[in-house]
Every structure is written in C-alpha cells, then in structure tokens.
C-alpha cells in the first residue's frame, strides 16, 4: 500500500478495489488509472484510497 500511489502512476493501466465495507469474497471498483489520469468509478472514495492516489 505504501508504494500505490507510485505504482499506478507508471503503470499502463491499473484497477483499484475496495473490499472494505462489503461482505467477504466481495470487492468493488473504485477507481480506474491510466497513466498518470486517475478515473474514480464511485460518488466519493474510500478515505485509504483517495490518500494514496492523492497528487503530490
């Protein structure tokens, strides 16, 4: 978790879940990273993602 903001940044495309306020097994999308452009996919993001996907 410490290097995702980084990470998502370089990456081609990446895809980021929340499983923390669903019932177990279950997961949703969030929020969608193309190259530097961050896409969220829901009203308002978990507070641990919008803190690590947060431009420096």
């Known amino acids: 978790m410490a290097h995702l903001g980084q990470a998502v940044r370089i990456a081609d495309l990446a ?12 997961h949703r999308l969030v929020a969608m990273c193309e190259r530097a452009q961050t896409t969220w996919l829901v009203d308002e993001l978990p507070f641990w993602a919008a803190t690590m ?3 420096e």
């Open 15 to 26: 895809f980021v879940y929340d499983a923390a306020e669903v019932e177990e097994g279950a």
């Open 53 to 55: 996907l947060a431009t």
